[in-house]
T-cell receptor
Framework: GDSVTQMEGPVTLSEEAFLTINCTYT??????LFWYVQYPGEGLQLLLK?????DKGSNKGFEATYRKETTSFHLEKGSVQVSDSAVYFC?????????????FGSGTQLTVLP | DGGITQSPKYLFRKEGQNVTLSCEQN?????MYWYRQDPGQGLRLIYY???????QKGDIAEGYSVSREKKESFPLTVTSAQKNPTAFYLC?????????FGSGTRLTVV
């Protein structure tokens, strides 16, 4: 079955540092790939997505490229801020009827220090 | 604004009691989902529904039940058969191009 493996956390960085959170996946066919962010006590918000190989998703300075040859979708940001502190989830989806089932990684806790 | 409303945000129950978590959406989405989140783990699918009056088990359905009598509503009942019910529960809905999550209900069973 489908699976997503994320870099284990927690990750602690200083403000303005470079961020990489690794994500690899196992799936047949061509799933869509996502990064979600969860702030304390809240639900998940979509950060970015990519729907086909070589697509680059980007939002709020974060980027991730769908690499089919390495089955990866690593999240990067050139300069993190304290407000980026949150849990980040990598996920893939495939469609079953009208439902879009998501398979999540275990999440990576990011803390950015001032 | 359209969205998903989960209530309550915090819920406490005694062991052995059934409890129902509410999820309402006004996005006109066909599909709705319930996920469970435990510390240090990703989200695991409990149940999902593609249309009214139809739903399917997810990966961890044991000890849970759902209903989908209206398109807007997908309540989750945590029964006394669920061995470890204390968790953060997230409801979501989707159309073809996107998933929307509620803000979650934290259930604590004492």
């Amino acid at each position: 079955g489908d699976s997503v493996t994320q870099m284990e956390g927690p990750v602690t960085l200083s403000e303005e540092a470079f961020l990489t959170i690794n994500c690899t996946y196992t799936a047949t066919g061509y799933p869509s790939l996502f990064w979600y962010v969860q702030y304390p006590g809240e639900g998940l918000q979509l950060l970015l997505k990519a729907t086909k190989a070589d697509d680059k998703g980007s939002n709020k300075g974060f980027e991730a490229t769908y690499r089919k040859e390495t089955t990866s979708f690593h999240l990067e940001k050139g300069s993190v801020q304290v407000s980026d502190s949150a849990v980040y989830f990598c996920a893939l989806s495939r469609i079953s009827g009208s439902a879009r089932q998501l398979t999540f990684g275990s999440g990576t806790q990011l803390t950015v220090l001032p | 604004d359209g969205g998903i409303t989960q209530s309550p945000k915090y819920l406490f129950r005694k062991e052995g009691q059934n409890v129902t978590l509410s999820c309402e959406q006004n996005l006109n989405h066909d599909a709705m989902y319930w996920y469970r989140q435990d510390p240090g783990q990703g989200l695991r699918l409990i149940y999902y529904s593609q249309i009214v009056n139809d739903f399917q088990k997810g990966d961890i359905a044991e000890g849970y039940s759902v209903s989908r009598e209206k398109k807007e509503s997908f309540p989750l009942t945590v029964t006394s058969a669920q061995k470890n019910p204390t968790a953060f529960y997230l409801c979501a809905s989707s159309m073809a191009h996107g998933y929307t999550f509620g803000s979650g209900t934290r259930l604590t069973v004492v």
